[in-house]
């Protein structure tokens, strides 16, 4: 069996996570996690380096700013993983591109990804290699969750994902514990959603149309319209599926704050002067407020709810699948670092293995979600399934 040198740029929340499942799936002869903090790096590969009781992750000191760097960086493996901000995922997937090396990301431009940057498709399949955007959770995971409901029917009609990163209770003035970057929470919040209305793409507010969903264990939760949770999904499903769409779970009065926020322009990108020096509100709000909401204390927890409805053998058919996965203790990682890195690390070796096609790939078609859902299971995640159809003689 062929073995695989991964390259993973960023050692921050996610890149250990990722590290630590390609060593254990990946059939990987060598692993590197860089950062541009060596000292981070090399602590964060010892830790995943301990948990399997072996040497296979090594840290690099890499800027990803420096394209230098980076290029040289690539050229050491076979596939590449992003862990940096999704801000940097546009240059990077094109750096990657012009050294031949496969890639993923957790997070990219899904309107530049579709329209721009495929017009290079056939450059990279005459190259052999496949660079796969937003592998993460969402997008990523619940996407393909989705194409697993849509594909046990004959015909879909619509398809709603939900998701959410919490802490295990409600703490702190937002109900919400930070679990990724934060500039990364504000872009969510702020701009417009890709959703398919009618079977058309069609963008929506975000943080509008609030909709409340009870979770068994969880209670009562609110979901609001975030921005790049349906990844390029609209366009690859248009036609076909009448409606998607994606909203962010949170406990309820969050996004009444957050609304408010926005509204007040604690979101905006145009600079302002106070007392003569030129201030961004959302750099300064990514500032202010991530040592407010750390709670290094709390556990976290994933939740997933999708839902899907169509027909299948001429009756109605309607699916929901739901999952929650919380902090492990054992291992010490997140349930958004497990739900986060080891979903891209799935992408990442069915990219090493060929699973995935070659060429610049919509996440949605890199495989089919029944192949998805059964590595995501291989890594001891539950999923509960509701089925309503009409049952035939």
């Known amino acids: 069996m062929s073995s695989f040198r991964y390259a993973i740029l960023g050692a921050g929340m996610q890149g250990p996570a990722v590290a630590y499942d390609l060593a254990r799936f990946g059939n990987a002869e060598v692993i590197y996690l860089a950062d541009i903090d060596l000292e981070r790096a090399t602590q964060k590969a010892e830790w995943v380096n301990q948990l399997l009781q072996k040497q296979i992750v090594f840290p690099r000191r ?6 230098k760097q980076v290029l040289d960086y690539f050229s050491e493996a076979d596939v590449v993983i992003s862990a940096v901000p999704w ?20 997070g990219n431009d899904p309107e530049w990804f579709w329209y721009e ?32 409901c849509m594909e046990k029917m004959d015909t879909c009609h619509e398809i709603r994902l939900r998701c959410g990163g919490l802490p295990q209770r409600p703490v702190g003035p937002l109900g919400y514990k930070l679990v990724f970057n934060m500039i990364g929470v504000i872009s969510e919040y702020t701009g417009e959603a890709l959703v398919l209305r009618e079977g058309k793409p069609t963008y929506v507010p975000t943080l509008e149309d609030i909709e409340y969903l009870e ?26 599926v009448q409606e998607y769409d994606y909203k962010t779970l949170r406990y309820p009065g969050h996004w009444d704050i957050m609304r408010a926020l926005r509204d007040l322009g604690f979101f905006d990108e145009e600079p302002i002067k106070v007392e003569g020096h030129p201030v961004i509100p959302r750099q300064f709000t990514a500032t202010v ?72 790939v919509p996440y949605e078609q890199s495989m089919s979600g029944h192949a998805f859902v059964r590595e995501f299971l291989k890594r001891g995640f539950v999923l509960r399934e509701t089925v309503s159809h009409t049952v035939q003689p």
């Not at 890499?62 to 394209?67: F, H, K, L, Q, S």
């Not at 979770?215 to 975030?226: D, F, H, K, S, V």
């Not at 409805?309 to 919380?326: A, H, L, R």
């Not at 090493?352 to 096609?357: F, H, I, Q, R």
Request: proline share 6%.
């Open 87 to 106: 801000q940097m995922n546009m240059r990077l997937i094109q750096l990657a591109l012009d050294a031949k090396r496969s890639f993923i990301d957790m």
């Open 215 to 240: 979770i068994e264990e969880l209670g009562l939760l609110e979901a609001a319209p975030t921005s790049g949770g349906t990844s390029t999904a609209p366009y690859t499903l248009a036609g076909k």
């Open 289 to 360: 407020i991530p040592p407010k909401i750390d709670f290094p204390e709390e556990k976290d927890l994933v939740v997933v709810w999708v839902y899907a409805s169509g027909e299948k053998n001429g009756t109605p058919y309607e699916i929901s699948v739901q999952y929650i996965d919380y902090h492990d203790d054992e291992t010490g990682f997140t349930a958004m670092e497990r739900c986060t890195g080891f979903s891209a690390s799935i992408i990442a070796i069915g990219v090493a293995n060929g699973t995935v096609p070659r060429g610049i």
């Open 117 to 148: 940057f495929r017009k290079r498709d056939e450059e990279a399949k005459e190259a052999g290699i496949a660079l796969v955007p937003d592998c993460g959770l969402a997008p990523g995971m619940v996407n393909h969750l989705g194409l697993y």
């Open 62 to 67: 890499v800027d990803a700013r420096d394209e």
